[in-house]
């Protein structure tokens, strides 16, 4: 069975730019959930989807969005980039209330 | 509010030592607790999981963790060091009480393994 895809796996933008992430779960998984790992730090939540509604947002500002499909895959965009927002981007699944399973994660790099 | 606080962000042992991460959570209910594992340029990979059950936990990779509410820890222990274990570590804490079960992470252990 695949496990959780990320794409792109590596990603350079500009500041000021958007960029879009996604994200496809583990088939039969209708929860999908994002997280910023910066560098040198643990992952701290950005949002949790499941059955396509927000379930948990964490302390991100409004630039910070996201949208789960009816097939349940997922985009995490992010508008006026920072330089601070470069991080690994980390998707995670799981099955109702449970068990997360992580992606590789989308090394996202502002300059 | 949860949180978790890992001590020593490295430690470095010797192959075929003893290992042993520390990690203390804080939480107004009961927990569930994780210990995840962080190769290079990889996501994350779940080593274990406390879900209220047994409080000795053993995960893949001859890993395990005790859960102790008296001293709020959820050390990772494992008997004897291979040198496949040098990576990131994070241990985890989520309540599963809100609608949302997002997860608090530590930031993390690199574990050294010296030949």
């Known amino acids: 069975d695949a496990g959780v895809t990320q794409s792109p796996t590596h990603l350079i933008k500009t500041r000021g730019q958007h960029v879009t992430l996604r994200c496809s779960p583990i088939s039969g998984h209708k929860s999908v959930s994002w997280y910023q790992q910066v560098l040198g730090q643990g992952p701290q939540f950005i949002f949790q989807?499941?059955?396509?509604?927000?379930?948990g947002r964490g302390n991100f500002p409004d630039r910070f969005s996201a949208r789960q499909f009816p097939n349940y895959s997922s985009e995490l965009n992010v508008n006026a980039l920072l330089l601070g927002d470069s991080a690994l981007y980390l998707c995670?699944?799981?099955?109702?209330?449970?068990?997360?399973?992580f992606g590789q994660g989308t090394r996202l790099t502002v300059v | 509010a949860q949180s978790v606080t890992q001590l020593g962000s490295h430690v470095s042992v010797s192959e075929g030592a003893l290992v042993l991460l520390r990690c203390n959570y804080s939480s107004s209910v009961p927990p569930y607790l994780f210990w995840y594992v962080q190769y290079p340029n990889q996501g994350l990979q779940l080593l274990l999981k406390y879900t209220s059950a047994a409080t000795l936990v053993k995960g893949i990779n001859g890993f395990e963790a005790e859960f102790k509410k008296s001293e709020t820890s959820f050390h990772l222990t494992k008997p004897s060091a291979h040198m496949s274990d040098a990576a990131e570590y994070f241990c985890?804490?989520?309540?599963?009480?809100?609608?949302?079960?997002?997860?608090?992470f530590g930031k993390g252990t690199r574990l050294h393994i010296l030949p």
């Open positions: 989807y499941y059955e396509k509604e927000e379930r």
């Open positions: 985890a804490v989520t309540t599963k009480r809100n609608r949302d079960d997002k997860i608090i």
């Open positions: 995670a699944s799981s099955f109702g209330f449970s068990e997360a399973f």
